[in-house]
């Protein structure tokens, strides 16, 4: 794993895969153009691969193909917020020096997973399922793959030896992608039950220490403790500039922004602990590029606990109280390092979906005090705060009769039917499902409700307040680019022009941005607790952030349809899918949502991604349901063959579950099918 000074058993790793990519990248110089397509085997190579549990890049071409596949193409397009660029080409091409870490995902996973066959099957399975998608081939060595994993990483969960090592973090995490690629959204929830059990086995404490401690040192001039019996070596005057750079870099924690965006909710009661020099012993640089790539793997785990929370109302899998752990990675606005910048996006986004679960006990406690009916705030025409009606009189609403205050879908999509069921490898002592997870239960009736509406107030101005800090703390260099780059696409859009930014990463950061200013204003504790009766009411103080995410989608999206994407704008436009999910919805003319279905189909064609296909049929959904409240109909095309596939799996399921009677609650996710209605957005008419 060292990238600098690099073990034997690294080096002979990083030949080995540099004698299996030689005969599919000999075409290549550092100077190529990768596409998505760049690395796709032959047609009807998958029909005819059959993987078993000895398939390895070093002996099988076609799982060399597929494992190339991955360095190249999809490892790069997995994760727009990491530390080093992906340079494939450099890191495995012989003789070629590696100046400085590589990118985790297209070197630092692909190196582990030759000693590791839970993350090598993991990858196989990915790059497969990835291959699949884009070829229309069968996706059966893609599951076979899958299987294969989850046994060899049972193995690992269950061995001493293996449990803590961090390619069994990362084989858990990419299973839990995987489920995201295949649209198999119930599995990717489990995956994440899973890896949580790993991160809270990490003594991140000790990991923040130690590198602090390290800086430190470095910082006085003097270089890292070095193991026992090893005497540090007096670096060259070029490698202490280059250690000074990556250090500013990398010295992502920044104590009080990170205390300010988290609020008080960081390990409350918890003292803070004092640095020790001699209670932990020094590490080895390659114990600490372990614990790199530890807290690695913990942002991506945020980001995937952020999104299951925010889908499904349901709380954080990893107490917030924990998020505090592991610091960002670097400093907030660093333009070439927007992996700080996420960090602290996601740290914040963390606090909001807690508040928002944990908001939702006050709420059906006032929901439950109305008879069930929402009243608006004096500010959008409700009675005065504090004004009392005789219990037996139902307040008036202008948004119409509350829902039943059972199985309401507090998220974007339904209420789960159960807790999830966590995977083989994590079940212990005859426990199968997860613990508390769960809408929590609404507040006793001997709550003073008014005080703590007041409070609930206070904590959602302060997480404004934050997000606005946030945005700020970004810099010129996260802003637009100027109105000249708007009219270089060529094209308009429903919403206007499009918007640009320097990079990828910078545009896909700001419409997570737009995206949680969405989320923000439609939990505010005045808003009812139903997400969709939540999205309608806040509307008129959301439609500048919903359209400033598709101006953004619109900078991103190919208007050529010939046109072939690299990984970063496919990683991009992956990116893109969560919010223009949570903005489309609230799009009301024929023209926006037909804008958005083209823009999601070709997300879904360029990149293979299928929750694209999932959320389209999810947003169609709400525009339906919409026209039966008195918006504008909506009808549907032929659309593509995965949604029509998926629509017709759903109906099947309807058929089989319902009698074919769809007047109860519609499902996005069912345990153990790929069902559709990701239609399923609004519930069951009675839930509006």
Avoid at 218 to 236: A, R
Avoid at 258 to 277: E, V
Avoid at 422 to 446: K, Y
């Amino acid at each position: 794993m060292e990238t600098a000074g690099p073990s034997g058993a690294t080096v002979r790793t990083r030949q080995q895969i540099s004698t299996v990519l030689e005969p599919f990248s000999r075409h290549l110089d550092e100077h190529s153009r990768i596409s998505f397509r760049s690395f796709l085997p032959e047609a009807g190579v998958l029909s005819t691969y059959e993987p078993n549990q000895l398939s390895s890049p070093l002996m099988n071409p076609t799982t060399a193909k597929i494992f190339c596949h991955f360095v190249y193409v999809l490892g790069p397009s997995m994760s727009l917020f990491e530390r080093h660029p992906p340079n494939p080409h450099i890191a495995f091409t012989p003789g070629a020096g590696l100046h400085g870490p590589q990118n985790v995902w297209s070197y630092t996973i692909p190196i582990l997973s030759l000693s590791h066959p839970p993350l090598l099957h993991a990858i196989l399975a990915l790059s497969s399922l990835h291959i699949s998608k884009l070829t229309a081939a069968s996706s059966q060595p893609s599951l076979l793959h899958y299987h294969i994993a989850l046994r060899r990483l049972g193995k690992a969960i269950a061995s001493d030896k293996h449990r803590g090592h961090v390619a069994t973090l990362a084989a858990t995490l990419m299973l839990a992608y995987y489920e995201t690629m295949a649209a198999e959204h119930d599995k990717w929830s489990s995956h994440i039950h899973g890896a949580k059990q790993l991160l809270k086995e990490i003594d991140f404490d000790r990991v923040t220490k130690r590198v602090e401690l390290m800086d430190d040192d470095e910082l006085n001039g003097g270089s890292p403790p070095q193991p026992q019996g090893q005497y540090p070596k007096e670096p060259s005057l070029l490698a202490k500039r280059k250690m000074r750079r990556q250090m500013i870099a990398d010295d992502g924690h920044d104590d009080s922004l990170k205390s300010y965006l988290m609020g008080n909710m960081g390990r409350r009661g918890s003292p803070p602990k004092a640095k020790n020099r001699n209670a932990e012993r020094p590490f080895s640089k390659k114990e600490l590029e372990h614990l790199r790539l530890q807290a690695d793997m913990f942002w991506w785990y945020a980001k995937m606990d952020c999104y299951q929370s925010l889908l499904s109302g349901c709380p954080l899998v990893l107490d917030y109280a924990h998020w505090d752990q592991c610091p960002p990675r670097a400093r907030i606005g660093t333009l070439g390092a927007t992996h700080g910048s996420s960090d602290h996006y996601f740290l914040l986004l963390g606090r909001l979906c807690d508040f928002q679960v944990r908001d939702l006990k006050r709420k059906r406690a006032v929901l439950r005090a109305n008879s069930g009916q929402w009243i608006p705030p004096p500010s959008m025409g409700g009675p005065p705060r504090g004004a009392r009606r005789p219990s037996h009189v139902p307040p008036p609403s202008p948004y119409g009769a509350g829902p039943s205050l059972d199985g309401i879908p507090f998220g974007m999509i339904p209420l789960p039917t159960g807790p999830p069921l966590l995977p083989r490898a994590f079940q212990t002592g005859g426990q199968r499902h997860a613990n508390h997870h769960h809408v929590p239960e609404p507040l006793s009736e001997t709550e003073d409700l008014d005080t703590l509406t007041q409070e609930a107030e206070q904590e959602w101005n302060d997480i404004a307040a934050a997000f606005n800090v946030l945005q700020e703390s970004l810099g010129p260099d996260f802003a637009p680019l100027g109105l000249d780059y708007s009219a270089l696409g060529g094209s308009t859009t429903p919403f206007g022009s499009p918007i640009y930014y320097k990079t990828y990463s910078i545009a896909s950061l700001q419409m997570l941005y737009n995206m949680a200013m969405l989320v923000l204003h439609r939990c505010h504790p005045a808003m009812p607790p139903i997400a969709m009766m939540a999205t309608r009411i806040a509307e008129p103080k959301t439609a500048h952030y919903a359209v400033n995410i598709a101006r953004i989608l619109a900078g991103l999206v190919p208007t050529d349809k010939t046109a072939q994407i690299n990984p970063a704008l496919g990683a991009s436009l992956i990116e893109s899918t969560m919010p223009i999910f949570f903005a489309a919805v609230q799009y009301q003319s024929g023209e926006e949502r037909r804008w958005v279905v083209s823009k999601l189909r070709e997300v879904n064609r360029l990149t293979g991604w299928a929750t694209a296909s999932r959320i389209l049929l999810g947003c169609q959904r709400a525009w339906e349901r919409m026209a039966e409240f008195g918006g504008e109909r909506w009808e549907r095309d032929e659309g593509a063959d995965e949604e029509i596939g998926m629509m017709r799996e759903y109906q099947r399921y309807a058929e089989e579950v319902k009698g074919g009677n769809e007047q109860g609650g519609f499902l996005w996710k069912v345990a153990g099918r790929r069902t559709v209605d990701a239609a399923g957005v609004l519930g069951g008419r009675e839930e509006w």
